[in-house]
């Protein structure tokens, strides 16, 4: 009977090893992926530390820009002011400068009708087709008159 205990002591030996082989295999394979997720993690931190490294550095471009642009516009505002303004300046001078001696026409009073001419004939006054005189209309123009400077937000045409 010795010779079946060592049989079987040997068989559990062998039992024994093969278990603790495929335990390290286990153990192996669970470093080796624990291994590779943290590769993949690290990575993944490396990849996200980069982009957020970009996204600040485009953000800090964008502010740039926006602040150039800015001043671009405020320069033209500015420009366009001043043109605005000279073009003010410039038309007040030349209504300033014009000569005085073509004043506009002033307006006369009528007169009442002298006994002799009273009824007009065809040849003092213009007449429409029903044959009634027709009478000047005055004119009236959105231009300001040559005695008043246009106002400041005015622009003359």
Same mark, same amino acid.
């Given at each position: 009977m010795k010779a079946t205990e060592r049989i079987s002591t040997s068989?559990?030996? %062998?039992?024994? %090893?093969?278990? =603790?082989?495929?335990?390290?295999?286990?153990?192996?394979?669970?470093?080796?992926?624990?291994? $590779?997720q943290a590769r993949?993690?690290?990575?993944?931190?490396?990849?996200?530390? $980069?982009?957020?490294?970009?996204?600040?550095?485009q953000a800090k471009l964008a502010k740039r820009a926006v602040a150039e642009a800015k001043q671009v516009?405020?320069? =033209?505002e500015k420009k366009l002011a001043q043109a605005v303004k000279r073009k003010a300046v410039a038309a007040?001078?030349?209504?300033?400068?014009?000569?005085?001696?073509?004043?506009?026409?002033?307006?006369t009073k009528p007169t009442a009708p002298k006994p002799s001419? !009273?009824?007009p004939g065809p040849a003092?006054?213009?007449a429409d087709q029903s044959g009634h005189a027709v009478e000047p209309i005055a004119a009236?123009?959105?231009?300001?008159? !040559?005695e008043q400077p246009p106002t400041p937000g $005015?622009?003359?045409a």
């Amino acid at each position: 009977m010795k010779a079946t205990e060592r049989i079987s002591t040997s068989q559990k030996l %062998i039992h024994e %090893i093969q278990l =603790a082989r495929l335990q390290l295999a286990k153990a192996e394979s669970q470093r080796k992926s624990a291994k $590779e997720q943290a590769r993949v993690a690290k990575r993944r931190r490396k990849e996200a530390k $980069e982009a957020a490294r970009r996204a600040r550095k485009q953000a800090k471009l964008a502010k740039r820009a926006v602040a150039e642009a800015k001043q671009v516009l405020a320069e =033209a505002e500015k420009k366009l002011a001043q043109a605005v303004k000279r073009k003010a300046v410039a038309a007040r001078r030349k209504q300033a400068k014009k000569p005085a001696a073509a004043p506009a026409p002033k307006s006369t009073k009528p007169t009442a009708p002298k006994p002799s001419a !009273s009824v007009p004939g065809p040849a003092s006054q213009p007449a429409d087709q029903s044959g009634h005189a027709v009478e000047p209309i005055a004119a009236t123009s959105p231009a300001p008159s !040559s005695e008043q400077p246009p106002t400041p937000g $005015e622009t003359t045409a």
